[in-house]
């Protein structure tokens, strides 16, 4: 009995330690899991709170780099503006200094230019009397200097050929005017009953050359010579556009004789008007062939001991024409 007791209580304390160990074992599971859950806990708190960090060191470099580069643009921006204003004060600028220190006239008026004009007229009058009228006019310069070379000659039927040519040196005054100096050469061929007498004059010419109001074309010349001679001459004349290639010209010349104490002096006053209307047809700006008619007056010659007086003579004077610019 004593041995089954014995044996009882061996058992039980058997169970027990066992029971105990199982007990102890299951205990220390559950604190590895516990342990490692709160590990586990711990490293997903570590990492969000690296995510964290990390998200707010990019926000943070994100939004340096922002601001960086707002402060990049914001300095381009201004230094664009403030090239663009540089570059707006240089051009508003710019015209005034332009117009205070640039001449236009020395721009344009460094240029040489030549151009020639050859007129070849037939002309008649009420009397059919016939002459054949020749102009050459050369200009070689700038805008502000320029020579003149003006040859004009006459050829009357039956007779020699008078002819003058005018040497001239034109200086701007103005935008619209030239003052000319320079000489004139002239051959005279004056017709008598039984000879024919030929004389080489030549005087000095002082004129304007220039574009007058409502665009008259104007030369006006003082000649001074020998055997006290002195003359004025006028001439203008206007375009009129009829069509872009048809054009009327309006014409006046003058000629006056203040002196004159030469062997076949004209006489004194006007000795010579002519006024009438040319139409011509431009092919090109440079050949022109036109038609014209007008009126003309002159006084005639003085008294000298080498020729009779003549009266004045006026009529009707009609021509046919050929213009060449080149």
Not at 12 to 31: K, M, N, Q, R
Not at 242 to 270: C, E, F, N, R, W
Request: one cysteine or more; hydrophobic letters at 30%.
């Amino acid at each position: 009995m004593h041995n089954i007791n014995l044996f009882a209580k061996t058992v039980f304390s058997i169970s027990v330690c066992c029971i105990s160990t199982v007990g102890l074992a299951a205990t220390e599971v559950h604190s590895a899991h516990a342990n490692s859950a709160e590990i586990a806990t711990i490293a997903a708190q570590a990492d969000t709170q690296s995510h964290q960090s990390h998200q707010s060191h990019q926000s943070h470099q994100s939004h340096q780099s922002h601001q960086s580069h707002q402060s990049h643009q914001s300095h381009q921006s201004h230094q664009s503006h403030q090239s663009h204003q540089s570059h707006q004060s240089h051009q508003s600028a710019s015209p005034v200094q332009e117009s205070q220190s640039h001449d236009h006239r020395k721009e344009h008026g460094a240029q040489i230019y030549a151009v020639s004009t050859l007129d070849t007229q037939w002309q008649v009058n009420d009397h059919a009397e016939g002459v054949l009228k020749s102009e050459l006019q050369t200009r070689i310069g700038t805008d502000e200097n320029k020579l003149f070379v003006k040859i004009h000659s006459d050829k009357h039927e039956s007779q020699a050929t008078e002819y003058d040519a005018k040497l001239l040196y034109s200086r701007m005054i103005s935008d619209f005017w030239d003052v000319q100096a320079g000489v004139r050469y002239r051959h005279e061929v004056n017709q008598q009953e039984h000879q024919t007498d030929r004389e080489d004059k030549f005087d000095a010419v002082f004129g304007l050359h220039g574009l007058a109001p409502y665009f008259f074309e104007t030369d006006a010349y003082f000649y001074l010579g020998e055997d006290q001679y002195a003359a004025l001459s006028f001439e203008t004349t206007r375009d009129l556009l009829l069509t872009q290639k048809l054009i009327a010209q309006p014409y006046l010349d003058v000629d006056v004789i203040l002196q004159d104490d030469a062997k076949y002096a004209k006489k004194t006053g006007l000795n010579r008007a002519a006024v009438g209307m040319e139409m011509r047809y431009e092919i090109s700006k440079n050949i022109m062939p036109y038609i014209s008619a007008g009126y003309e007056y002159t006084k005639g010659n003085q008294q000298t001991a080498w020729q009779s007086a003549t009266g004045s003579e006026q009529g009707g004077l009609y021509a046919i024409g050929f213009r060449v610019r080149f």
